[in-house]
């Protein structure tokens, strides 16, 4: 595993981390799990067989077989057996913004 691992972390049997992941424990990671281009925060339990893909977690519990691929930050969580979350942007087209911005603002969208 070439990710960045900080603190307690277990990783289990066949489980894979790409390199740009980071690992903050305490963490538990289940077997046969893929976390790929994710930030693994601490307090954080994964089952097996789970898929984290583009995705932030922290202090959250992820069930076997869940599947997790959005650019959203996801904190306190219970992600159900063979749940799947995705970006909407993903699936649907974007919607646009209407905007009249005055002079000197600042906007994030």
Known sequence: MDAQVQG????GKGTRVSE???IRGPV???ENCEITSSYI???TA???NVKVCDTEVEHSIIFDGATIDTTRRIVN???GTNATLVDVARTHPKT??????GDNSF???
């Open 8 to 11: 307690q972390v277990s990783v």
């Open 20 to 22: 740009d992941t980071l």
């Open 28 to 30: 538990v990671i289940g």
């Open 41 to 43: 925060g601490p307090y």
């Open 46 to 48: 994964i089952g097996n």
């Open 77 to 79: 969580s219970l992600i």
């Open 96 to 101: 646009g913004h209407r905007l009249v911005i």
């Open 107 to 109: 906007v994030e969208l």
